[in-house]
């Protein structure tokens, strides 16, 4: 029987989304339907961006843009290898081969100086991860992409509401691709959605989320059935009320960590950009002494849940080895060796913030 009393993530539903969704179920019409509609355009309006294209998972999100931005066999795509393998397994789907650059050690995110060198007549675009709820340098990442002509994906599946140089994460890039599953930082149980401001791109992300049809029956293109229901949207419309409450409770939360664990021997806190908004999907330190799996097995032990993120970089998985993709990005490796995730949460008290920031630190004096 688990111990942990403070989990690594909890989804905070309230009376408003359970209120959305029963109406929703009144109305028999729990397919697709107005309230996606109505979410999509509020979910932009929040990001900054003109058109939003909802459908049912992070992951679907991904291969819609860059199906939308016209990647396809014999392309490549250049992203990072320190992230969920979603990341990189949307752009195997379209026929397109994952190009790893890697990561600065400080922010986890993508490190622009490491793009241009992979940079081939088959590249056509870049995808960085806003990773932890922090964006990428997406000044320097469009500078390069602009340079070369390529398309610029974010994958801010894990950083709803974080700004880089005073703007919103999901208007940074062509297309922006977010997450809605339970434990990002809004929900619609599963779900996904697509911002743009490009119209041409928001329309052929609709066709590919629908069969390949613009219109009922008529279609243009080899499309998918990732829809979004209306049930999922109505979580989503009321959970878009609360999401700056959400983030503000996870800043504040991580402020009170950091101060907690700042002078901790062998442990780095999590950096924040000057010039960006972090929002803590994840509060994650990386350790440097004794083995970090020693440090998660003392943390759990005191009660304290925790998140390995990510713990292998994606060229040394297994199917990646067999599809005889590669790649060399040692500040990833070092980062996927000795990263670990803490709880950082919109429902943790200030006791519970404690027990973090003591197991933390019986971990460190335990450990040499």
């Known amino acids: 029987m688990s111990?942990?009393?403070?989990?690594?993530?909890?989804?905070?539903?309230?009376e408003e989304e359970i209120e959305n969704v029963v109406e929703?179920?009144?109305?028999?019409?729990?397919?697709?339907?107005p309230r996606v509609a109505e979410f999509e355009q509020k979910f932009a309006d929040w990001v900054g961006a003109k058109y939003g294209i909802a459908v049912n998972s992070g992951t679907a999100a991904l291969h819609v843009a860059l199906l939308s931005c016209g990647i396809g066999e014999g392309d490549e795509v250049i992203t990072t290898p320190f992230t969920f393998i979603a990341s990189g397994n949307a752009i195997l789907y379209t026929g397109a081969k994952p190009v790893f650059a890697d990561i600065d050690l400080k922010t986890y995110t993508m490190?622009?100086?490491?793009?241009?060198?992979?940079?081939?007549?088959?590249?056509?675009?870049?995808?960085p991860v806003q990773l932890y709820g922090q964006s990428a340098n997406m000044e320097k990442i469009n500078a390069v992409a602009e340079k070369h002509g390529l398309m610029v994906i974010e994958d801010a599946a894990q950083a709803h509401g974080a700004t880089c140089s005073g703007e919103k994460v999901g208007s940074l890039g062509d297309m922006a691709c977010f997450s809605f599953y339970?434990?990002?930082?809004?929900?619609?149980?599963?779900?996904?959605?697509?911002?743009?401001?490009?119209?041409?791109?928001?329309?052929?992300?609709?066709?590919?989320?629908?069969?390949?049809?613009?219109?009922?029956?008529?279609?243009d293109a080899v499309g998918y059935n990732f829809r979004m229901t209306d049930i999922s949207a109505a979580i989503g419309l009321a959970q878009l009320d609360k999401?700056?409450?959400?983030?503000?409770?996870?800043?504040?939360?991580?402020?009170?960590?950091n101060e907690g664990l700042k002078d901790v021997d062998g442990v780095v806190t999590p950096y924040c950009a000057y010039d960006s908004k972090h929002v803590y999907h994840q509060y994650t330190i990386r350790v440097e002494k004794g083995n970090r799996d020693d440090w998660v097995d003392i943390i759990n032990e005191c009660g304290v849940g925790t998140g390995?993120?990510?713990?292998?970089?994606?060229?040394?998985?297994?199917?990646?080895?067999?599809?005889?993709?590669?790649?060399?990005?040692?500040?990833a490796e070092l980062a996927a060796d000795n990263v670990i995730?803490?709880?950082?949460?919109?429902?943790?008290?200030?006791?519970?913030?404690?027990l973090v920031i003591e197991a933390v630190k019986k971990a460190s004096s335990e450990l040499a």
């Open 24 to 33: 929703v179920l009144k109305s028999g019409m729990i397919a697709q339907g």
């Open 308 to 331: 390995i993120h990510y713990p292998i970089p994606l060229y040394n998985q297994p199917i990646y080895k067999s599809l005889g993709i590669t790649g060399d990005c040692p500040n």
């Open 111 to 127: 490190d622009p100086e490491s793009i241009e060198a992979l940079i081939n007549e088959n590249t056509k675009a870049i995808l």
């Open 341 to 354: 995730s803490l709880p950082v949460h919109p429902a943790l008290t200030k006791e519970d913030l404690d």
């Open 243 to 257: 999401i700056d409450e959400f983030n503000e409770k996870r800043i504040s939360n991580a402020a009170y960590l």
């Open 182 to 219: 339970p434990t990002k930082n809004m929900t619609t149980s599963e779900g996904g959605i697509i911002t743009t401001n490009d119209e041409e791109l928001a329309e052929m992300a609709k066709i590919f989320r629908a069969h390949g049809a613009s219109v009922r029956y008529h279609h």
């Open 3 to 14: 111990n942990i009393k403070v989990p690594i993530a909890k989804p905070i539903i309230g």
